[in-house]
């Protein structure tokens, strides 16, 4: 095994796969082979390795084969080819934001509810 649990590659961000996989209406250089197979880009279907998402870009914008790159992309989060990071499929920031959330929206339950004990004692007390 190469990798330990602490330093295990993670995946790509499934977002970002599945862009990848939907954007594939692009100029393929037929001189260019897969640097995964090896095989020459146009024999298949292609995807490249670029999403842009909120106004910025990820990825190299290096091309691959789809059937290849997609199976690289489920156990690393690298470009196969420069190793460039891509985005990381990073479920415990998620987890950690969707606390953030649920604690922010408590806090503000328990404003709402203060400011309402206020008004009914302003107006029965
Ligand atoms: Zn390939
Ligand atoms: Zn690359």
């Not at 499934?14 to 996989?21: G, K």
């Not at 999403?51 to 470009?79: M, P, R, T």
Request: charged content about 35%; proline content about 4%; aromatic content about 8%.
């Amino acid at each position: 095994m190469l990798f330990n649990s602490t330093d295990r590659p993670k995946s790509t961000a499934p977002w970002f796969l599945e862009q990848v996989l939907e954007y594939d209406d692009f100029p393929v250089n037929d001189t260019d082979d897969c640097a995964i197979c090896l095989d020459k880009l146009i024999e298949k279907d292609c995807l490249k390795l670029r999403v842009i998402k909120d106004g910025e870009s990820y990825g190299c914008a290096h091309v691959f084969h789809k059937s290849c790159c997609e199976n690289w992309l489920k156990q690393a989060n690298v470009c196969p080819l420069c190793r460039e990071k891509l985005p990381e499929d990073d479920r415990e920031e998620e987890l950690k934001q969707m606390e953030e959330r649920y604690v922010r929206l408590q806090q503000e339950q328990q404003a709402r509810e203060k400011r309402a004990d206020d008004f009914s004692s302003t107006m029965f007390g």
